[in-house]
């Protein structure tokens, strides 16, 4: 069973935008803190951003005040709006719990490059 599918990304040129989802199995979804994080060529992988439980959000110094994270209880599904992209955002980015707790997902890919 498939518990996180992460999809959104793509080719984006510096100072763009890309909204990432993240659906979620009900399970995980309703009874967790999640979270997203990102993984670029040749680096290990690293948090983004999380909330408690659809509470507070919090965020990776690299990515405060451009990215956003929310969720959408209705869907199961929790976003990361990622604005004023740089190159060095680069990565596949990748949600889970946080902690992490789940099997990572297949990931979707952003390339920001000119």
């Known amino acids: 069973q498939v518990e996180l599918v992460e999809s959104g990304g793509g080719l984006v040129q510096p100072g763009g935008s890309l909204r990432l989802s993240c659906a979620a199995s009900?399970?995980?979804?309703?009874?967790?803190?999640l979270g997203w994080y990102r993984q670029a060529p040749g680096k290990e992988r690293a948090w983004v951003a999380s909330?408690?439980?659809?509470?507070?959000?919090f965020y990776s110094d690299s990515v405060k005040g451009r990215f956003t994270f929310s969720r959408d209880n209705a869907k199961n599904t929790v976003y990361l709006q990622m604005y004023n992209l740089k190159l060095e955002d680069t990565a596949v980015y990748y949600c889970?719990?946080?902690?992490?707790?789940?099997?990572w997902g297949q990931g979707t890919q952003v390339t920001v490059s000119s």
């Open positions: 909330d408690i439980r659809g509470g507070n959000t």
């Open positions: 889970n719990t946080g902690p992490v707790t789940r099997p």
């Open positions: 009900r399970s995980i979804f309703s009874t967790n803190n």
